[in-house]
C-alpha cells in the first residue's frame, strides 16, 4: 500500500466532543497513515468510521508493555503510524510519551498536529487570569494525597488547572474551599458539546449547585492564583483561628500564606496575637 506520508509517527490531537473541531490536516494524515495507535480502538472506531475511513487500529493505552511498544516501533520505521488519544490532544494526561522519547532516541520522525485541548478550551472560556497558567492532571482521589497536591501547588502564582471527573468533583470543591480558602474556582464540563458550561465562583457556591444539579461528563476545574493584595471580603483572621484549632501558630502561617499569598512573617505575627 502506498502512502503519500513518510514513515515515522504522526500525534494527531481529535475532537474533545464536537466531532467538527478536527482539522482538515487531522484528516488527510489519518487517511494516509498505515496504523493508529489508540487508547480505545471503540472510541477511535467511531471517529474513524465518521470520517469514512478504515485504517489499522492498534491499542496503546496505560497497560501497554515493552513489547507493544516495541511492534510499533519497528512499524512506524518503516511506516506512518498515527498516535491519538481519546479526545483532545495526546499525551495531555494521556499515555504515550514513552513512545515519543524511543522513537526520537532512534532516529524515526516524529509530527505532531496542534488541535484541541481541553485543559486550552477551560482556560479560555473560564475568565480566569490566563496570563500564567499551570496544567497537573488530574487530582488524586484520596484525600490526604489531594491536600497535599493543593498544599504544594497551592503558593504558585498561576492559575491551576486540573482534569476532574463528575463522581470527584464535590471533593475536590470541598478541599479546595478548606485549604485553599478565598480562592475563586471555574468548572466546565461537556466543552464543545450541546450542554456545555462553565461556572465561575467561589467553590462553595459552585458545590452547592452541583449538589442539587449533579454534573455528568468530563470536568476542567481551574483555581485562581493567589491574590497579590489582601482579598477585602478575605477574613484572614477567621483563618488564622481555624487553622490554629489544629496546628501551631507558624503551621498556621504557612497554610495561610500559601492560600491566600499574604506575607508569611505578617500571619505568624498575627497568629501569635490571636494565640
Request: hydrophobic share 45%; net charge negative.
Given at each position: ?57 492498534i ?21 506512518p ?62 484525600a490526604k ?54 461556572r ?16 455528568k ?24 483561628r ?34
Open positions: 500500500m502506498e502512502h503519500s506520508l513518510d514513515p515515522g509517527l504522526y500525534i494527531v490531537a481529535t475532537p474533545i466532543g464536537n466531532l467538527g473541531d478536527i482539522t482538515m490536516r487531522a484528516v488527510d494524515v489519518l487517511r494516509g497513515v498505515e496504523a493508529v495507535a489508540c487508547e480505545d480502538t471503540r472510541v477511535t472506531g467511531k471517529l474513524m468510521h465518521h470520517l469514512g475511513f478504515k485504517t489499522r487500529l491499542r496503546y493505552d496505560d497497560h501497554a508493555g515493552e513489547g507493544d511498544r516495541e511492534r510499533l516501533l519497528a512499524l512506524m520505521a518503516e511506516h503510524v498515527a498516535l491519538v488519544s481519546d479526545a483532545g490532544t495526546p499525551l495531555i494526561s494521556d499515555p504515550g510519551y514513552r513512545l515519543v522519547r524511543e522513537a526520537r532516541e532512534r532516529g524515526i520522525a516524529v509530527t505532531s498536529l496542534p488541535g484541541p485541548s481541553a485543559a486550552v478550551v477551560g482556560m479560555t472560556l473560564s475568565g480566569l487570569p490566563n496570563d500564567r497558567f499551570l496544567f497537573a492532571g488530574f487530582l488524586p482521589n484520596k494525597a489531594r491536600e497535599d497536591v493543593l498544599a504544594e501547588l497551592g503558593a504558585v502564582r498561576a492559575t491551576l488547572i486540573f482534569y476532574e471527573t463528575a463522581p470527584r468533583l464535590d471533593a475536590a470543591l470541598t478541599a479546595i474551599a478548606t485549604h485553599l480558602p478565598g480562592r475563586e474556582v471555574s468548572v466546565a464540563r461537556e466543552l464543545t458539546k450541546k450542554f456545555e458550561e462553565c465561575t465562583g467561589r467553590p462553595e457556591d459552585i458545590a452547592a449547585h452541583y449538589a442539587a444539579h449533579p454534573p461528563g468530563e470536568i476542567v476545574l481551574m483555581i485562581a492564583p493567589p491574590s497579590d493584595a489582601p482579598d477585602e471580603a478575605l477574613d484572614v483572621d477567621a483563618l488564622l481555624s487553622e490554629l484549632e489544629v496546628s501551631k501558630a507558624s503551621q498556621a502561617a504557612a497554610k495561610v500564606a500559601k492560600a491566600t499569598g499574604l506575607d508569611r512573617k505578617t500571619l505568624y505575627a498575627r497568629a501569635l496575637e490571636l494565640r
